[in-house]
Nanobody
Framework: QVQLVESGGGLVQAGGSTRLSCVAS????????MGWYRQAPGKERELVAT???????TYSISVKDRFTISRDNAKITVYLQMNSLNAEDTAVYYC??????????????????WGQGTQVTVSS
């Protein structure tokens, strides 16, 4: 079974920085893209950033000049460097693997996988 494990969440002061990591494990053949989503209290989950296997990136408008997504394809790990954090960035951040092909429970499957999320809290 494919597992996505996030780390790096916690409490950070406004204006500060932190880096989230997501490690994918399991019998993974390929992943088209990986990304980060977030969900703030009372709001729906939203896209933060994505990165393809070839390195192409996308960002939400609200984070484009502050966050940087990167990945290590050999380790199947994706990172989110978060700078100039503000209170609006407080949310649970979820790692996503898009169109992942993996040997899962006896057969090859292609679908999206999600991590359990990690809380990022930005304080004043």
């Amino acid at each position: 079974q494919v597992q996505l494990v996030e780390s790096g969440g916690g409490l950070v002061q406004a204006g500060g920085s932190t880096r989230l990591s997501c490690v994918a494990s399991g019998s993974i053949v390929s992943i088209n893209a990986m990304g980060w989503y977030r969900q703030a209290p009372g709001k729906e989950r939203e896209l933060v950033a994505t990165i393809s296997s070839g390195g192409s990136t996308t960002y939400s408008i609200s984070v484009k000049d502050r966050f940087t997504i990167s990945r290590d394809n050999a380790k199947i790990t994706v990172y989110l460097q978060m700078n100039s954090l503000n209170a609006e960035d407080t949310a649970v951040y979820y790692c996503n693997a898009d169109d992942a092909l993996a040997y899962d429970n006896g057969r090859y499957m292609m679908r999206d996988y999600w991590g359990q999320g990690t809380q990022v809290t930005v304080s004043s």
